[in-house]
């Protein structure tokens, strides 16, 4: 293969990574659009949208792991081609250099992202809480979706660092 031909490659593969940063980027936002809540939202509407964030559970372990395979899938090729150009010559070399750049750029672009979400979705479990404290405190009980819903904060998929330690690790 020669340095065209590899730039090319190179190019593709920058060209599809970020169309699939770009999906995950969306469909994050499509998530945090369905878990908006007015801010004049009766107790009907609060239940309901404790469902879907409990809903969204189950769904945020799955997106990350998928994140994570991506990136792993892309080093692990990237070091079969480092490994089969880095006898050829500099210029090759060169432009594996920028693709590694451009993967380290991306990883930290799906982190940072990710990271966003996951505060959103911490203020979300916020809300919440102090939604069913407030109508504990004035007597009133509070049903299983507003309970479960509670719960969420304390749960392992809200905590980004754990996000974080297995790209790194």
């Not at 004049?40 to 990350?64: F, G, N, P, T």
């Not at 505060?119 to 009980?141: H, I, T």
Request: charged share 25%; net charge neutral; proline share 1%.
């Amino acid at each position: 293969m020669d340095l065209t031909q590899l730039r090319n490659q190179v190019k593709s593969a920058e060209s599809q990574w970020n169309m699939k940063y770009i999906a995950f980027d969306k469909r994050l936002r499509e998530i945090e659009q369905e878990l908006s809540l007015p801010p004049y939202a009766r107790l009907s509407d609060v239940i309901q949208w404790c469902e879907k964030l409990i809903a969204y559970e189950q769904k945020i372990e799955l997106m990350r792991q998928s994140t994570m395979t991506l990136s792993n899938e892309a080093w692990a090729k990237l070091e079969q081609n480092i490994v089969a150009y880095q006898s050829k010559d500099d210029r090759a070399i060169t432009i594996m250099s920028e693709f590694v750049s451009f993967l380290v750029i991306l990883d930290k672009r799906y982190s940072q992202r990710l990271e966003v979400f996951l505060n959103f979705l911490d203020n979300c479990v916020r809300y919440v809480r102090g939604y069913a404290e407030d109508l504990e405190k004035n007597g009133f009980s509070i049903n299983s979706t507003l309970h479960k819903a509670r719960q969420l904060g304390s749960m392992h998929w809200i905590n980004g660092k754990s996000y974080q330690l297995k790209l790194e690790g």
